[in-house]
């Protein structure tokens, strides 16, 4: 069984094909990275299989479950999580406040609007857990617009395992970052539990390789290749399209 597979899944924007006949599958528990120059594609591909684009041709599975006309919050209940290349949080919330919110999302208190946050004991443990599990406990009560750039990317990963995703999707995840913030988040994703299936988009050549059990590469919306990293390094036509080096 795979964890993801998409079928010949396809996106036309007008006269515009911003993905052309994807195949990918990604078995459990594997690291795929998803590599190709701006304008790929990588993001799009992201977006169909979240939900937030309806492919125009194709097929999504999650765990031999049809997710290609499934809305975004069901494929969230079934296990697909994601990261957004630029920050989506909660500016004014706390960083505590924001991880109590990612744990009620998928916790049956979710239900519940008569009841205060305070009366779910559970719900703060797993939110103060999570915090100090990847190294957010003594910031759980600033306010998440005051946090550096770096520790907002390490706050959206902590709310994206809230909901103990199956497979996790990053689209870049070290964007913008200093060399010592890439290296902590870097360190964070290698340390993620092996029981989750990974597709990270990275355009940080150095974070793809060391994250990557598998890589795909991308090329004007169209699957060019994927193999194992010693497969894509020695691969020419790779280098000659992506990194822009001539191997001929």
Sequence with gaps: MSALTVEGITKDFGGLRAVDRVTLTAKPGERLAIIGPNGAGKTTLFNLITGLLP?????????????????????????????FQITTLFQNLTVLQSALLAVQASDSARFTLHRSIASYPHLLDRAQTLLSQ?????????????????????????????????????????AGLSPAETMSVSG??????????????EHDMDVAFDLADRIAVLFQGRLLTQGTKEEIRNNPEVAEIYLGTDHA
């Design 55 to 83: 492919p125009s041709e194709g097929k999504i599975t999650l765990f031999d479950r049809e997710l290609t006309h499934l809305p975004i919050h069901r494929r969230a209940r079934l296990g697909l999580a994601r990261t």
């Design 134 to 174: 990847w190294g957010l406990a003594d910031r759980k009560e600033t306010l998440t617009k005051h946090l550096s750039y770096g520790e907002q990317r390490q706050l959206e990963l902590v709310l994206a395992l809230a909901g103990t995703p199956k497979v996790l999707l990053l689209d870049e995840p070290t």
């Design 188 to 201: 964070m994703m290698q340390r993620l539990p092996r029981d989750i299936t990974i597709l990270i988009i």
